[in-house]
């Protein structure tokens, strides 16, 4: 099997655990069958998500293989069972066999939706052991998502040039250049897909893609199956001019949906670009072929409180593609589910380096802890009572494996402004372009960043979120005013009402700005940063 495939086999989470019958994830977020690049299933009510005919698919749960096992596909042609796990499709009457990739311990299953599977609401089956468990599938033409490095289809895309070099922070792409983006979900075939694509079948399908960079349309050439690998696409499409930053956002609007963003790098020339939070020096070192480590501490305070995270990461020149953060200043972009982000400028990386089991946070009045969040090398703590106002606050860490101890201070800027045209209460149309405006004379640095974020959720009867979307976009402060497009608002979920006195959905808006990034030192790091931010947030009902 051509090796960029099995790279993209293995770039899914692994999880462990023992079990005895499958047990299929319901979400959120991650359930029950979901694009394999972009993670992102049918559960955004109106969006026209689905799993597309002669995609690749991953399902979570338990139960659905060896708990001790990893089973991949190795050699053409392709099987309906591996591991003794198989997946079949029913919609309308019609059944139809998964083309088996990969089972990781009883937990996770990667496999090709056949392309003679018809497009409809139906369900899908996991057996293994002479046991199975169903859930719903939704199966539309064509749901295209993008891989990304970081493996949940979000922050830096798995793009490359025509030579297969990847695309990141010391490997950029230029306005004219031919871009290589990989993904999933393009459509259906019409050859074998237990076998290579033969290559007079290589076209372009027949969905319409349209590719946007920085929210600016691009020229798109091929756009169909790659010719290593059944259920891997690819689109080809020239960077278009006047659109630069590490972190340019970029999606695909294949059919009538749209895929998840995910961000590429751009210079007008040279091979690094030049506004990462990590800075130049730590870029530079990348690009001379060292190893860096870097540490990131944000504080962030509004009227939905306080909140502290931290990420501690080591990045060599070969993973360069997994420094990713935020998006770059004149651009826009959204994520489902928060925990991947926050309020301002998001950190779409894979925390590595241990700094210990908690953080402290510690104001004039109290010490309080930040855990660790999900893995090690990343923490983060929501604080109701809202203890960072009006106050510094110091944060420090006792160290850990890879990270000594340290301890440093921030207060949070004095945000005094509001979006000027924006009300608590105030209807946002999702189907057109949406201006924004501020006045930069109140905020305490004119001269920096302005973030204009948001949220959309949508919520069970019993209030508890099933869909959890963020949007942030970030501009000069300086200009005023900032344009949100329609394609971005778009992906948002609408805001529906109440039922009988139950929110069911959520919608905000915001506007927000971070201080300078201050820097601290410790054992383990090449340099370690803290940023604090203060937002004010209107509710809203996008629609």
Known sequence: MNRRFAFLILCLSVLSAVVAQPVINSGPPYGPILNSASLMGPELTGSGLGIAPGSI?????????????????????????????????????????ALMLSVYYGEEVLAVLPSATPVGSGTFSVTYGGASASAPIQVVPSSFGIYSANMYGTGQALATDPSYNPNSIIHTFHPGDLVILWGTGLGAVTWDETQLPPPAQLVSLSAPVEVYVGNTPAVVGYHGRSGCCTGLDQIVFTVPAGVEG????VNVQAGTVMSNFTTIAISDTGQTCSDSIMGQDLIGQLAAGQNVSFGWIQ????????????????????????????????????????????????????????????????????????????SPGAYGALFT?????????????????????????????????????????????????????????????????????????????????????????TAPVAAGQFTIPAIVLSTLPATPLAVKGVPAGYGYLWLGEYDSPTTFTATGLDKGIITSGTYVVNSVFFQ
């Open 57 to 97: 698919f991953v399902i979570l749960g338990s139960g659905l293989g060896s708990a001790g096992a990893v089973s991949l596909a190795t050699t053409f042609p392709l099987s309906n069972t591996l591991g003794g796990t198989s997946v079949n499709v029913t919609v309308g009457g019609t059944t139809t066999n």
């Open 246 to 249: 590490c972190y340019v956002p």
């Open 299 to 374: 504080a962030s305070g509004g009227y939905l409180g306080d909140y502290v995270s931290a990420t501690f990461n080591e990045f060599t020149p070969a993973t360069a593609n997994r420094a990713s953060y935020g998006v770059s200043s004149g651009y826009c972009m959204t994520v489902e589910w928060g925990s991947q982000n926050g309020e301002f400028l998001n950190d779409f990386t894979t925390p590595s380096l241990n700094a210990g089991t908690a953080l402290t946070l510690t104001t004039p009045t109290a010490a309080h802890q930040i855990p660790e969040a999900g």
């Open 385 to 473: 009572t809202q203890p960072l106002q009006g106050v510094q606050f110091t944060i420090s860490g006792a160290g850990g494996s890879n990270v000594g101890a340290f301890t440093t201070s921030d207060t949070l800027p004095a945000l005094a402004t509001d979006l000027q045209n924006i009300n608590s209460g105030s209807f946002v149309p999702r189907g057109s372009d949406l201006k924004v405006v501020w006045d930069p004379t109140r905020f305490s640095q004119p001269n920096g960043l302005a973030v204009v974020g948001g949220y959309s959720s949508l919520n069970a009867p019993d209030g508890s979120v099933t869909v959890d979307v963020w949007l942030q976009c």
